[in-house]
Structure formats: structure tokens, C-alpha cells
């Protein structure tokens, strides 16, 4: 156990509907990573937080948005929502500014129907 | 952005034998370099790492080592047994913290 929580575990719905995936760092860590993995496929980095401030931005789609609240858990959100957006979600966290271990979260599996 | 390669995509060894993996990286300002393991259903987990100052690492059976000059660092892991069957993942991170995967090695240890 990583400590990093995900909710929910799975979440299927159908295109064009917008979901909201939370993740809550280990105890002490301030920064948050969310990842995407689709089938067979690697991990794409989307987006960092670090202290509820953006620190890092990859290949988010302009649909996806995140944010990180003042008790450092964070959420997703995925919008306008594609059969293509059907993947695993992780999050992952870690201590911070000069801390870069990840621990990672058991993930959210998403299906768009 | 970076460029991360790895390979083998695939690896099977005999169980008692050893594997190693190739991450190379394009960044020269990478300077943490980590492996993941996912096993089937699960998040990465971290197994090992290394800073930039540092050559080579060792735990038990597993370790990196790191060559800057060529941006390429690799694990290996000795003695395998069929519980080290999983995709590994390295992840070279640069100084602004952005996170290149690796396109991941699917590692079978054959009992």
C-alpha cells in the first residue's frame, strides 16, 4: 500500500459526459502527478501540482482540467468526453521540491461507452 | 521534449538468470532516474533509483547504473524469480520535474 488513495476505482459512462477523479496523497507529500495509460500502452504524464500551484504540464488535452485544494488532495476532470478518453487514471505523489520518489495510487479505471 | 527510449520491449529470461533493460534519454538536464515496476492491475511502484552524482546503485538483487556522457542508464536484476514478472518502466525526470515514461519492458521469468 502506497498510501495514495484514488476514488473512484472504476467509473463507466457515456460519451460527451463529464467525471470528476480524486486523489489524495500520501500523508506529508505536497505534490500530486496525474497520469493516463491507456490499453497496452505507457504511462502519459498530463499534469503536476505541487502545494495546490500548477508546476508541470504535459499532454493534457484542453477538455481535461486539475486542480489541487488546500488539504492537498487533488482532482481530475475530464469533459466532453470521447471513447478514446477510456483508459486508467493514476495519480502519484511525492514530497516535494527536491523530492522526486512517486508513489502511486491503485488508479481509476474509466470506461466511455 | 524528452525523448525516452527503452528496449528490450519484451524479455524473457529463465528463472536464476539475469535481465537487464536500456533506458536512454535525450535530456542533458535529467537528473533523477527511477524504475517503476507494474505488475498486472496495479499502479508503478518504485524499485530503484539514482541521482545524477552517483554511478551505480544496488539493492539486493536489482540495480541502475547510470552513464551521463551517453544519457543512458539501465537496471539489472540478478538471480530472477517468477515474482519479478511485471512491465518496468523507467522515468529520467529533468529539472523542471516534467515526467517522460519510457514506452515500457515486459519481463517474464519462466519458472
Known amino acids: 500500500d502506497s498510501g495514495v488513495t484514488q476514488t473512484p476505482k472504476h467509473l463507466i459512462t457515456a460519451t460527451g459526459q463529464r467525471v470528476t477523479l480524486r486523489c489524495s496523497p500520501r500523508s506529508g507529500d505536497l505534490s500530486v502527478y496525474w497520469y493516463q495509460q491507456s490499453l497496452d500502452q505507457g504511462l502519459q504524464f498530463l499534469i503536476q501540482?505541487?502545494?495546490?500551484?500548477?508546476?508541470a504540464k504535459g499532454n493534457i488535452l484542453e477538455r481535461f482540467s486539475a486542480q489541487q485544494f488546500p488539504d492537498l488532495h487533488s482532482e481530475l476532470n475530464l469533459s466532453s468526453l470521447e471513447l478514446g478518453d477510456s483508459a486508467l487514471y493514476f495519480c502519484a505523489s511525492s514530497g516535494g521540491d527536491g523530492t522526486y520518489e512517486q508513489y502511486f495510487g491503485p488508479g481509476t479505471r474509466l470506461t466511455v461507452t | 521534449g524528452e525523448n525516452v527510449e527503452q528496449h528490450p520491449s519484451t524479455l524473457s529470461v529463465q528463472e536464476g538468470d539475469s535481465a537487464v533493460i536500456k533506458c536512454t534519454y535525450s535530456d542533458s538536464a535529467s537528473n533523477y532516474f527511477p524504475w517503476y515496476k507494474q505488475e498486472l492491475g496495479k499502479g508503478p511502484q518504485l524499485i530503484i533509483d539514482?541521482?545524477?552524482?552517483?554511478g551505480e546503485k544496488k539493492d539486493q538483487r536489482i540495480a541502475v547504473t547510470l552513464n551521463k556522457t551517453a544519457k543512458h542508464f539501465s537496471l539489472h536484476i540478478t538471480e530472477t524469480q517468477p515474482e519479478d514478472s511485471a512491465v518496468y518502466f523507467c522515468?529520467?525526470?529533468?529539472?523542471?520535474?516534467?515526467?517522460?515514461f519510457g514506452t515500457g519492458t515486459k519481463l517474464q521469468v519462466i519458472p
Open positions: 539514482i541521482r545524477s552524482n552517483v
Open positions: 522515468a529520467p525526470m529533468g529539472g523542471y520535474q516534467k515526467v517522460t
Open positions: 501540482y505541487y502545494n495546490g500551484e500548477e508546476r
